[in-house]
Nanobody, 118 residues
Framework: QVQLVESGGGLVRPGGSLRLSCAAS????????MSWYRQAPGKGREMVAA????????TYADSVKGRFTISRDNAKNTVYLQKNRLTPEATAVYYC???????????WGQGTLVTVSS
């Protein structure tokens, strides 16, 4: 059974930091590109950051470049999103997404809420 379980969300003040984790199970984690998406209230879901498999190459949305860092630990089947210098615009539900284009498979986590507010 495939599972992606996000954790680490919560309330943080503007300018603060937060680290999200996504623990995966039920599939070959190391062969999947892992991504973080977010959906703010009243808006569509957008890609925040992604990290490839073997190369570890990362991509980021322009809005988070220099402030967010995605990383993965294949030994722990976990992907992380370190978020620094948070602004209220970062308030959203953050989702973990696993994709393997060759197999045509993709899996979503249930999401974790991040609220940036003073």
């Amino acid at each position: 059974q495939v599972q992606l379980v996000e954790s680490g969300g919560g309330l943080v003040r503007p300018g603060g930091s937060l680290r999200l984790s996504c623990a995966a199970s039920g599939f070959a984690f190391s062969s999947y590109t892992m991504s973080w998406y977010r959906q703010a209230p009243g808006k569509g879901r957008e890609m925040v950051a992604a990290i490839k498999t073997a190369s570890g190459r990362t991509t980021y949305a322009d809005s988070v470049k220099g402030r967010f860092t995605i990383s993965r630990d294949n030994a722990k089947n976990t992907v992380y999103l370190q978020k620094n210098r948070l602004t209220p615009e970062a308030t959203a539900v953050y989702y973990c997404y696993a994709a393997n284009a060759l197999l045509g498979r993709g899996y979503w986590g249930q999401g974790t809420l991040v609220t940036v507010s003073s």
